[in-house]
């Protein structure tokens, strides 16, 4: 893969600064879950959107895959759901008389996974191979996904009745988890409003793609081409371990969170226009990163997060 | 992030407290061991400096762990840190050595060393890890100081040190456990074991001395180099005696002046006459006229009968030796050149002679009187003490205190001995009439001379000035040989001087004590000025004329002058155990020929005279201090100074005030000059200096970056603070942008590429000036604390 020049993340970044105003006109008030979100994108990692019913996960995801031009599908995990359902299966095609493989909902290039903490472990499980390795395999045989493919699972936080939770081995494909929380009044007004001007017709609103084809995937290249100093992967390396030594987290970020991280902390260096990584951007990134691996309890994670980061000098001319 | 507070600076633990303490017992002990108990440096200046080096230690320390608690943090901080400490005291030692030619022995450096390596880490006890390598460094300073003086007061010190030690242990243990526990346990600290397991301790070490003031429980165990029937080739000291001269018991070759040693037969002349119950063959003493004898236990037979003399007070040992065998079967004598040693507090005058008539050139030695005090011999814990009676009562004397006059080779029977003696001992001699006066003051044996090698004790008190208020001192009386003066006009010439020193002084011991100052301060000693053969009056034509002399002209001077005041006064000669001699090594004074002294003796009272020393370079024994004065002396000092140099204390004050008052201010001018002149070849280093430039100046604004935080988002975030408290700056914004982003990118960009990077480095500086962070500061003082969170909040939403 070509790795863009220098003189086109202008364009580049023009392409995603229109993105990114897509998802804000779409998820009103949001701005950093936006910028979050295109952050994961960016990094190519997965999200995982953790909140109450109907703030918006499902239309964040379809605008997403309207504004990338990518093939957007979406599963509603429920118990009875079965992995064939994720991946698709083979059928027996009577008038070839032989065996078709029917794709699945996870050949697209967004997938949303609603409610994914209903889904049984036996189905989660399926879609570990598809997030990490990025291909599935359905009775011995490979199949390769898209290469811009990106998993937006949910899950509702206050309905436990009935609900698998997703094991640790799951949760540290995510590169990260995300609240949306409720919008602000101003916003919610202008949400109504804006509902109603869609209906009249009075309001024009932007659709189709907005990146071509393949630049999504030059663009998550590039990011990933950003250089780290040595001071700043020390800077990493040292969060990571004062996470695997503190005594309130009982799971320590593993060395695949580690170069998430590192993702991470690249696409924001970018989103900021900058060729380079700082400490900031490692420390912009470090909450949705570390929530979604670090096990501890909801309520304390934030606070926690913050401890850590307090906790470790930032690197600077020593 | 939803906050953005400055990193919580982290607390000092008891252990940290704990650490600091066993610095402190560890540096004391390390530091007389170092100056080797040297009696020209008074105790009081130790207390002084203790207390000095505690309040800077615990200042340094807290200062650091507030503002700066990143330091000490990681292992090679701590390494970076200490270094530093230990790098600044080698070069403090190389100016010392070259500007004022005070070397340091190798080995006191190297000790110096690990003391401010254990000050270093002291500092940064807050730290677990510096915790324990400072205790280890602590612990090597207490052996060696334990190791290095043989003195009561350091053994205090090492069980102050232990029972700290096991504290800090437990403290260490029980934090350790307490991060293993769960965080719900109740468990508490077991403050029973605490108390108990010290006490325990405590009671061990104390009792095992206490027993009789022998570690006998040791003996056998420990390796020992003499005085416990014993040699260890192991040993450096041993339990008892250790590397100072011991009494032999068995194959005896060798005599020293030691008090404790067998007697032997020997041709020397001596007090002791040894009977040989065993041999029945009595030993003739040729020039000894009476003896003393003494029971079989105490007396050994030598093996050798030309046995060998020690002459010094302590032994010599050289590590370069010659190779092969040794041929030398017989032991050699140890030479000496000191005619005597004193142990005990030096300075001290040890008078011979005194003189009380003048005419002019000659002084005329003073009789004994007609009935000079009674002797008598009490028995004091066994032992007996030679006791003048004396009939007066004054109530003006310091305690009395003893020295110990070690005689290596002296040609008189006059004891050496202070003014006002109030005690001779002599080991065995137990008869007075082995005494005599041989001089008014001076005590002699009924012998031709002094034995060589001979341990006298004598006990004397001081006459203390400050006592004179309970008895008031009586100067004018006395002997009338010691009131003479002359009526000639030379003399005459004498009192008018002494008569214009002390005008407007009150009569008494301030004139004395004016004219003493006087004539030391007014003439220069000279050995080598020597008096005219045809001077008439040697005194008059040394206070008059040549103002130059040796000392005894400063003293019959001195002498002179209180006569012509109508005080009485005698000159007095003898030895001056000079201090600057003292070897802390023996802990002894070797007093040698050429300390022959002479000085001024004023009557204090009825058969009582007060030493008095008008000779430049010579000082008189104070009396010895009690606790609260020792402490408080070198405040006095200090006090002293301050009211004899008003004008320039209150400028040295003024000047400290004002460089405290506005040491930031001096401190950021000092940075930012030296960023201005330094030359920069490469734009990173110059937009990194500037950094570490603002990081400062915000520091000391009271704006200090939190140790998490980059220096280019928290100059970002001080910027928008600024922007309210000085609004002027609000254009500047593309500028606070623009050094921003020059700034992350010369810390953390694999290549810099800033163009007119001086040039924004200039304008951060103007930005960032003390002057608008001191507005922040102001403002901020008056008002809530802005929520510095909100910069964070925003570049995260």
């Keep these: 893969m070509t790795v863009p020049a220098c003189h086109d993340m202008t364009a580049a970044l023009d392409r995603v600064e229109a993105v990114r105003n897509r998802l804000n006109d779409v998820l009103k008030g949001k701005r950093d879950v936006v910028q979050h979100v295109l952050v994961c994108l960016l990094a190519r990692g997965h999200l995982l959107l953790e909140d109450r019913p109907g703030l918006g996960k499902t239309t964040l995801a379809k605008a997403l895959a309207d504004a990338v031009g990518g093939r957007f599908a979406r599963i509603q995990c429920t118990p009875d759901l079965l992995p064939s359902d994720i991946t698709g299966f083979n059928i027996f095609n009577q008038k070839d008389r032989e065996f078709e493989f029917r794709r699945g909902p996870v050949f697209s290039d967004i997938l949303l996974a609603d409610e994914i903490n209903r889904a049984t472990p036996r189905t989660q499980s399926a879609l570990l191979e598809a997030m990490a390795e990025r291909q599935v395999t359905v009775d011995a045989e490979c199949f390769g996904l898209a290469e811009a493919f990106f998993v937006i699972a949910t899950q509702n936080p206050h309905e436990q009745h009935g609900t698998y939770p997703l094991p640790e081995a799951q949760l540290d494909r995510f590169a990260m988890k995300l609240e949306i929380g409720y919008p602000h009044r101003d916003d919610e007004r202008a949400m109504l409003a804006a509902a109603v001007a869609d209906a009249a017709g009075t309001r024009h609103a932007d659709g189709g793609a907005i990146l071509e084809a393949g630049q999504l995937a030059a663009i998550q290249a590039t990011v990933a081409a950003i250089p780290v100093t040595g001071p700043v992967q020390d800077y990493l390396v040292t969060l990571a371990a004062s996470t695997r030594n503190h005594r309130d987290i009982p799971l320590g970020v593993s060395p695949r969170g580690l170069l998430t991280w590192q993702r991470a902390a690249q696409a924001w260096a970018y989103l900021a226009g900058r060729q380079f990584v700082t400490p900031d951007d490692v420390q912009q990134v470090a909450v949705p990163v570390l929530s979604v691996r670090l096990g501890a309890e909801r309520g304390d994670m934030e606070s926690l997060i913050r401890q850590l980061l307090q906790g470790v000098e930032a690197p600077t001319w020593s | 992030m939803q906050d953005d507070r400055p990193a919580p600076v982290r607390s000092r633990p008891a252990t940290g407290w704990l650490t600091m303490l066993l610095a402190l017992v560890a540096c004391v002990a390390a530091e007389v061991a170092v100056h080797g108990m040297d009696r020209a440096i008074h105790a009081g200046w130790y207390v002084a400096l203790v207390l000095v080096f505690a309040l800077v230690t615990l200042t340094t320390a807290e200062l650091l762990r507030r503002r700066f608690p990143m330091v000490g943090a990681t292992e090679k901080s701590r390494l970076s840190w200490a270094g530093g400490i230990v790098v600044a005291g080698v070069a403090l030692e190389a100016l010392v050595r070259e500007c004022l030619n005070m070397p340091m022995l190798l080995d006191v450096l190297l000790i110096v060393i690990v003391r401010d390596m254990v000050i270093a880490l002291a500092i940064l006890s807050h730290h677990e890890d510096a915790q324990r390598s400072c205790n280890a460094f602590a612990t090597f300073l207490i052996v060696f100081a334990s190791a290095s003086v043989h003195a009561l007061w350091i053994q205090g010190l090492v069980v102050v040190f232990s029972l700290i030690g096991v504290w800090w242990l437990m403290g260490t243990h029980w934090e350790s456990l307490q991060h293993r526990l769960e965080a719900s346990s109740d468990q508490a600290l077991p403050r029973k074991w605490l108390l108990t397991v010290p006490l325990a301790l405590l009671g061990i070490l104390v009792c095992v001395p206490v027993a009789s003031r022998q570690i ?104 370069v030796r010659k190779t092969g065998k040794p041929t030398a079967q017989r032991i050699r004598d140890l030479e000496s050149r000191a005619l005597f040693y004193v142990k005990g507090r030096v300075p001290l005058h040890l008078k011979l002679e005194s003189f009380d008539l003048y005419d002019g050139v000659e002084w005329r030695a003073e009789p004994l009187p007609e009935a000079p005090p ?319 430039l603002l990081e400062r100046r915000c520091a000391r604004a009271g704006l200090p970056r939190p140790r998490y935080a980059t220096p280019s988002r928290w100059l970002a975030e001080v910027s928008e603070r600024m922007v309210v408290a000085a609004p002027s700056i609000r254009p500047l914004a593309d500028d606070i942008t623009a050094f921003v982003q020059l700034a992350d990118q010369a810390l953390y960009a694999p290549a810099f590429a800033g163009g007119r990077a001086e040039e924004a480095c200039r304008s951060a500086g103007r930005i960032w000036s003390w002057k608008h962070l001191m507005a922040v500061t102001s403002l901020e003082r008056f008002a809530t604390p802005p929520n510095s969170s909100k910069h964070l909040n925003k570049e995260l939403s």
């Design chain 2, 216 to 319: 006998h429980a040791l003996e056998g165990f420990m390796p020992t180099s003499g005085g416990r029937r014993d040699s260890s080739p192991m040993a450096r000291s041993g339990v008892g005696d250790g590397d100072a001269l011991v009494a032999g018991l068995d194959n005896i070759r060798s005599f020293a002046p030691i008090e404790d040693a067998p007697f032997v037969s020997s041709h020397e002349p001596t007090l002791y006459d040894v009977y040989d119950d065993m041999y029945n063959e009595p030993v003739v003493q040729k020039k000894s006229k009476r003896a003393i004898s003494l029971p079989p236990q105490t007396t050994v037979r030598p093996e050798d009968p030309s046995m060998a003399k020690s002459s010094r007070a302590s032994r010599d040992f050289s590590t």
């Design chain 2, 374 to 692: 009674h002797l008598r011999i009490d028995m004091i814990h066994g032992r007996p003490w030679l006791r003048p009676q004396t009939t007066s009562e004054c109530d003006f004397f310091a305690a009395p205190e003893s020295h110990a006059i070690k005689v290596v080779d002296l040609d008189t029977a006059c004891i050496p001995s202070p003014n006002e003696v109030t005690g001779v001992h002599i080991d065995q001699v137990a008869q007075a009439d082995f005494f005599r006066w041989e001089r008014p003051g001076v005590i002699g044996i009924d012998q031709p001379k002094l034995p060589d090698l001979l341990t006298v004790h004598v006990q004397s008190r001081i006459v203390d000035p400050r006592l004179f208020a309970r008895t008031r001192p009586y100067f004018q009386g006395g002997a009338e040989q010691c009131r003479q003066f002359g009526d000639d006009s030379r003399s005459e010439q004498v009192r008018v001087l002494a008569e214009s020193w002390v005008v407007g002084v009150p009569a008494g011991w301030r004139q004395v004590e004016r004219v003493i100052d006087r004539v030391r301060t007014g003439h220069v000693l000279d050995a080598a000025a020597a008096v005219s053969s045809d001077s008439t009056h040697s005194v008059a034509d040394f206070l008059l004329v040549s103002r130059r002399g040796p000392d005894y002209l400063f003293a019959g001077a001195a002498v002179w002058a209180l006569r012509s005041l109508g005080y009485t006064a005698r000159l007095a000669s003898g030895f001056y155990a000079d201090p600057r001699r003292y070897d802390g090594r023996s802990d002894h004074t070797p007093v040698m020929p050429a300390d022959l002294h002479f000085w001024v003796e004023v009557h204090a009272g009825p058969g009582h005279w007060m030493t008095l020393d008008p000779t430049p370079g010579y000082v008189v024994l104070s009396p010895p201090l009690s606790l609260a004065e020792t402490i408080l002396q070198p405040f006095r000092a200090i006090g002293g100074f301050i009211a004899g140099n008003p004008w320039l204390s209150l400028a040295v004050c003024a000047g400290i005030a004002l460089f405290a008052h506005r040491r930031a201010v001096i401190a950021d001018t000092i940075d930012e000059a030296a960023w201005r002149l330094w030359h920069y070849r490469d734009d990173r280093v110059a937009v990194v200096r500037m950094l570490g």
